[in-house]
């Protein structure tokens, strides 16, 4: 089993900044890319960021210059700092991780999908 849990979501005024956190955990032999996706009512899943195990970022226009994502190894987390916040971000933010598992001897990528946060941002 693999789980990835989000934080860091919440309401922030337009100029405010937040930063977003997503654990992975279980059981895990690698984690490839990581990245961040949000969905706004009404709207499809958009991808937002996102970081591959060497390093490489890649960021939606709407958000390059303003967003930062980054990922910390050695605790299976991807972080994203959201600065200069727009009420066109509010939406619910979702963690993606692409996780190689070692089943029966077999190396084999899953992806895996967080529960989702909440970014408002509204004054």
């Known amino acids: 089993q693999v789980q990835l849990v989000e934080s860091g979501g919440g309401l922030v005024q337009p100029g405010g900044s937040l930063r977003l956190s997503c654990a992975a955990s279980g059981s895990i032999f690698s984690i490839n890319d990581m990245g961040w996706y949000r969905q706004a009512p009404g709207k499809e899943r958009e991808l937002v960021a996102t970081?591959?195990?060497?390093?490489?970022?890649n960021y939606a226009d709407s958000v390059r210059g303003r967003f930062t994502i980054s990922r910390d190894e050695a605790k299976n987390t991807v972080y994203l700092q959201m600065n200069s916040l727009k009420p066109e971000d509010t939406a619910l933010y979702y963690c993606n991780a692409k996780i190689t598992r070692s089943m029966w001897g077999l190396l084999r990528e899953y992806a895996y999908w967080g529960q989702g946060t909440q970014v408002t941002v509204s004054s």
């Open positions: 970081v591959t195990s060497s390093g490489s970022t």
